[in-house]
């Protein structure tokens, strides 16, 4: 069935190295994306949004980029720091009716001194 | 700004006894509101959402219950809880109209034993 997946559970940085997270999503009449944080014991944290119409996003040391041809999604974390060791997710948005969002298993990304 | 508060924070149950989780928000009017569940080192389960006051959308069939008696209060019940019903319980709160992004809770760990 579509799904939201990740392609590597575990990412391991040295610290100061960009960090790339990727996501693939099935389901090509999606044109919402969001990224989130999760650090241990806490809630996502939204982190950076594109909208289908856009190909790049950049925000304070993060930058997603979207590509609709092949229905990939990735997170770009730019001089990578030990603050941003946690699990981080995408979520895709299949509105029908409702703001619904479909998380995919989320990617550990460990950053080492 | 607009913040959601959830508790309790920690919560540990026997088998078989009822449950409620409040989920609050302030700052904003008429949001939806959802709850999630997280499994240990999974991802996010779309549990309940709610577009206004008393209407409630079931997403998978459980053991749970939601209500939400206000604008910006939403209730996560059971009336006998099973073991399989442990896990760390996430609400969540987007505007009404359009895509946008769900901000979370910070969470509830529930224990059943």
């Known amino acids: 069935g579509e799904s939201v997946g990740l392609h590597l559970p575990t990412l391991s940085v040295q610290e100061g190295d960009n960090s790339i997270i990727n996501c693939a999503y099935s389901n090509s009449a999606s044109d919402y994306f969001i990224w989130y944080k999760q650090e241990s014991g806490k809630g996502p944290q939204f982190i950076i949004d594109i909208r289908s119409n856009m190909d790049k996003r950049q925000g304070q040391r993060v930058t997603v980029l979207l590509n609709k041809t092949v229905k990939h999604l990735s997170l770009q974390i730019a001089a990578t720091q030990p603050g941003d060791s946690a699990v981080y997710f995408c979520?895709?948005?299949?509105?029908?009716?409702?703001?619904?969002?479909?998380f995919g298993a989320g990617t550990r990304l460990a950053v080492h001194p | 700004s607009q913040t959601i508060h959830q508790w309790p924070a920690t919560l540990v149950q026997p088998v078989g006894s009822p449950l409620s989780l409040e989920c609050t928000v302030e700052?904003?009017?008429?949001?939806?509101l959802y709850w999630y569940r997280q499994a240990a080192g999974r991802g996010l389960q779309l549990l309940f959402y709610s577009v206004g006051i008393g209407q409630i959308s079931s997403e998978v069939p459980q053991n749970l219950s939601a209500s939400r008696p206000q604008d910006r209060q939403f209730i996560l019940s059971s009336k006998k809880l099973l073991l399989s019903d442990s896990g760390f319980y996430l609400c969540?709160?987007?505007?009404?109209?359009?895509?946008?992004?769900?901000?979370f809770g910070p969470g509830t760990r529930l224990t059943v034993l």
């Open positions: 700052g904003t009017s008429n949001p939806n």
């Open positions: 979520a895709e948005n299949r509105s029908g009716g409702y703001n619904k969002l479909i």
């Open positions: 969540a709160w987007s505007v009404q109209q359009g895509k946008s992004a769900q901000y």
